[in-house]
T-cell receptor, first 113, second 114 residues
């Protein structure tokens, strides 16, 4: 069983459309992080959400942490081809701050011009 | 600082050969992590160091794998007697110690075992 379930696994949309991807768990996390990974490169940190119910915005990207801190979502407004990539969520499964992050399998987004 | 560097970027090796990868982390980061990523999967944890001490190893890290971080700076990951199942992207990341610090990843080493 995957500790962090991401959905959808694949998403292909037209430029200008909005989309939401999800990261769910049955476990409570003290924080969750979102990364974007492009082909042949390592993941790049986008944001860390810490407080239940927290909303963070990064230009056209909006990240939300669930009230119970078991889930998170990423909403992209007016998607652009440059948003194409693998979106990964990650968390510390033992909430100790001293354990390595566990990653979900990711959502592979393709934005078509 | 140029970020996290990994060398080589690509490695093709024959089954049964040994390979070694190197990672140079961000100099101020005392934590260094190794992950493996295969197609369609997120990164899977292998091992990590705090300074020169190896603090945790995943069950994915069989006895054919060994990692070192002498002097708490760069790290090496060696795979002995490679198998086709070892083919993957090997990612190195570094971070500061403490909760909520994000990881800075290198570009990875893509290993192909033929």
């Amino acid at each position: 069983t995957q500790l962090l379930e991401q959905s959808p696994q694949f998403l292909s949309i037209q430029e200008g459309e909005n989309l939401t991807v999800y990261c769910n768990s049955s476990s409570v996390f003290s924080s969750l992080q979102w990364y974007r990974q492009e082909p042949g490169e390592g993941p790049v940190l986008l944001v860390t959400v810490v407080t239940g119910g927290e909303v963070k915005k990064l230009k056209r990207l909006t990240f939300q942490f669930g009230d119970a801190r078991k889930d998170s979502s990423l909403h992209i407004t007016a998607a652009q081809p440059g948003d194409t990539g693998l979106y990964l969520c990650a968390g510390d499964p033992r909430n100790s701050g001293n354990t390595p992050l566990v990653f979900g399998k990711g959502t592979r987004l393709s934005v078509i011009a | 600082d140029t970020g996290v560097s990994q060398d080589p970027r690509h490695k093709i090796t024959k089954r049964g050969q040994n390979v070694t990868f190197r990672c140079d982390p961000i100099s101020e980061h005392n934590r260094l992590y190794w992950y493996r990523q295969t197609l369609g999967q997120g990164p899977e944890f292998l091992t990590y160091f705090q300074n020169e001490a190896q603090l945790e190893k995943s069950r994915l890290l069989s006895d054919r794998f060994s990692a070192e971080r002498p002097k708490g700076s760069f790290s090496t990951l060696e795979i002995q007697r490679t198998e086709q199942g070892d083919s993957a992207m090997y990612l190195c990341a570094s971070s500061l110690t403490g909760e909520n610090y994000g990881y800075t990843f290198g570009s990875g080493t893509r290993l192909t075992v033929v």
